[in-house]
């Protein structure tokens, strides 16, 4: 597989990251066609183990979401900047801390983005929690099951 290939590979990879956070792109679902297609191209063990992980991984996070309570947007006040925030929070953690540091990434991005528009700490902290519990947790675990198909993905393509 050429260098634009993989590239083309990788910026899907990135859409369905950023599409785990706006409302409307299938982001988990964009995250697995690029490995698919991937893997369908490349045909190595390495490639199918992937595509099956990935694949078992997808699944077993659509069943939890669908466990979850429904998201409550509205009531608790979410804005985009919230969402961008959140979501730049949650690479940055993923990338200083791999896997684990998408979680407090998160937090911290909805919390830093609360403090700015609330000013106060005590502010921010109470509105973080009632996000959290709105919307936080459905897309916290769809977002960390990309970001670890895209770093497995990523460990598979510069391991061989």
Do not use: D, K, N
């Not at 590239?7 to 690029?34: D, N």
């Amino acid at each position: 597989m050429g260098v634009w290939q993989l590239l083309l590979v990788a910026m899907v990879l990135l859409l369905g990251l950023f599409g785990v956070l706006v409302p409307g792109i299938p982001g988990p679902w964009l995250v697995w066609a690029a490995v698919l297609w991937w893997s369908l191209h490349v045909q190595s063990a390495a490639a199918w183990w992937l595509l099956v992980g990935a694949t078992a991984l997808m699944l077993l996070t659509q069943v939890v979401v669908w466990q979850l309570p429904a998201r409550r947007l509205r009531g608790v006040g979410v804005t985009r900047q919230m969402v961008v925030y959140a979501g730049v929070g949650a690479v940055l953690g993923f990338i200083l801390l791999p896997v684990v540091g998408a979680v407090p990434g998160y937090v911290g991005g909805i919390y830093v983005s609360e403090r700015r528009r609330l000013g106060g700490h005590r502010r921010a902290v109470a509105s973080t929690r009632s996000v959290m519990r709105a919307i936080g947790t459905s897309v916290l675990v769809e977002l960390f099951a990309c970001l670890l198909v895209a770093g497995a993905w990523l460990g598979v393509v510069v391991g061989s």
